[in-house]
């Protein structure tokens, strides 16, 4: 995700009417008279305005809604302006561009960062609902078995099915040790699932490694955050140390992240200078992201591992792997979050997440929506051994075990 600064298109103060005289009726030259009235202060009103929006409108709703409204208390001008902007950014249509109100983007920037407090999941929004991309590993939804692909029907026994994403992040957040209630549809199960999560402060690490037998090298990236530059060249630096001659990458319920770190760590994979990813612009331009590393881990042997949980800068390290190495694709076809969110950050501590452009792989296959398909298709059986499933352990992985019957054939 890249970050930018705009200026807020319209700022407007405005001071409220007075009270209204309970039951009584006003002609319509006595309600134009007391427009006037309504509306005291306008600032910042032609900055940026576009010239040919009829805005008219707005400003009859806006003083009917205080000439008649019963609870004239109760319209705070700021909360109203607030209500418009999200109706209007709601109105296009996307669940990746939001507006954030100043509290939520607080939040959202730290959960960018690597740390919030929370129950550790990475939402979206699909036709049926707030579905999850994701669980953060070991985080207090993993562990209480949220899994992707979960839609979450209510928050604390509220509908949630017409939330927003934006709406949503706010109520399952939280301080930490308090309790959020989730009603889950998962496909498959007869009725809802409930679940109790106690939140707490999620910090979010970006990669962990370990060698496995014949000098494999198991590499999982969890999130593309602020965090993982720095930690995945520590990582690569050790395992060429200790001898790697081959190299697995687990991006499975990887949600993304920034754009920018997946182009950093493609730079230790790909020859330099290769098409990362492409993108397409609204206005018909397109913009080339190209690999500028030091090259030290493309001579290794490598599988990726993907599944319904690996978004965003996920794919975009996956398509590119693939598309220019040839690299195979174990594990279910990746999410399918294949678009630019730019972060606008306004005077107030508002910020807008606006979609800005969608990604294409460097063979020109777009992400978006459909996802990027395994070379190697392979689901988790549903029915789990003693001990269940565990990700990043042989034998008791059937992805993993699979990507090392491969990586150990191209070596």
């Known amino acids: 995700m890249r970050r930018g600064r705009l200026i807020l298109i319209i700022a407007v103060l405005l001071a409220l009417a007075g009270g209204f005289v309970g039951g009584k009726r006003y002609t319509e ?11 005291t202060a306008v600032t910042n009103e032609e900055v940026g305005k576009p010239s040919a929006v009829d805005f008219s409108l707005f400003w009859s709703v806006w003083n009917k809604l205080h000439e008649r409204y019963v609870d004239a208390e109760r319209l705070a001008a700021e909360a109203l302006v607030y209500g418009a ?11 990746y561009t939001v ?28 036709d049926n609902g707030i579905t999850v991309i994701s669980p953060i590993r070991d985080s207090p939804a993993w562990i209480a078995g949220i899994k992707a692909g979960d839609v979450v029907i ?26 959020v209630h989730l009603t889950i549809y998962r496909e498959g199960e007869s009725a809802p699932l409930e679940f109790d999560i106690v939140r707490d402060t999620i910090r979010i690490p970006a990669v962990a490694w370990k060698m496995l037998d014949d000098k494999v090298a198991y590499v999982q990236l969890m999130t593309f955050n602020g965090n993982i530059t720095d930690q995945f060249t520590k990582a690569a630096n050790e395992l060429r140390q200790q001898g790697a001659t081959s190299l697995i990458i687990d991006v499975r319920d990887n949600p ?13 994979l790909l ?22 590393g030091n090259e030290a881990l493309v001579d290794l042997p490598t599988v990726i591992i993907i599944n319904g949980g690996s978004a965003s800068a996920s794919e975009i390290l996956a398509g590119a792997l693939h598309d220019i190495r040839g690299l195979r694709l174990v594990g279910t076809t990746t999410y ?31 992400i978006n929506d459909t996802g990027i398909a395994p070379t190697d298709e392979l689901e988790i059986p549903e029915e789990e ?15 993993l075990d699979r990507a090392l019957e491969i990586v150990n054939q191209l070596r």
Do not use: H
């Open 29 to 39: 030259r006595q309600i134009a008279a007391s427009q006037d009235r309504i509306i």
């Open 336 to 366: 399918g979050k294949g678009s630019v969110q730019q972060l606008e950050d306004f005077y107030n501590g508002s910020a807008l997440k606006v979609t800005i452009a969608k990604w294409f792989t460097p063979n020109g296959t777009s």
């Open 385 to 399: 051994p003693e001990g269940g499933w565990l990700f990043g352990e042989p034998g008791k992985d059937p992805q």
């Open 271 to 292: 020859p330099d200078d290769s098409l990362v990813v492409e993108e397409r612009f609204s206005d018909g331009t397109n913009e080339e992201l190209r690999a500028n």
């Open 154 to 179: 209510a928050v604390d026994d509220e509908d949630s099915t017409q939330w927003t994403v934006d709406e949503a992040v706010d109520r399952i957040r939280g301080k930490q040790g308090t309790t």
């Open 99 to 126: 507006f954030f109100q100043p509290e939520p983007a607080q939040k959202f920037q730290e959960s960018v960062g690597g740390s919030f407090s929370g129950i550790g999941i990475e939402i979206g929004k699909r």
């Open 256 to 268: 993304g992240g920034l754009l920018d770190a997946a182009v950093e760590i493609a730079g230790w």
């Open 85 to 95: 902007i999200e109706g209007m950014v709601n109105a296009v249509g996307d669940p």
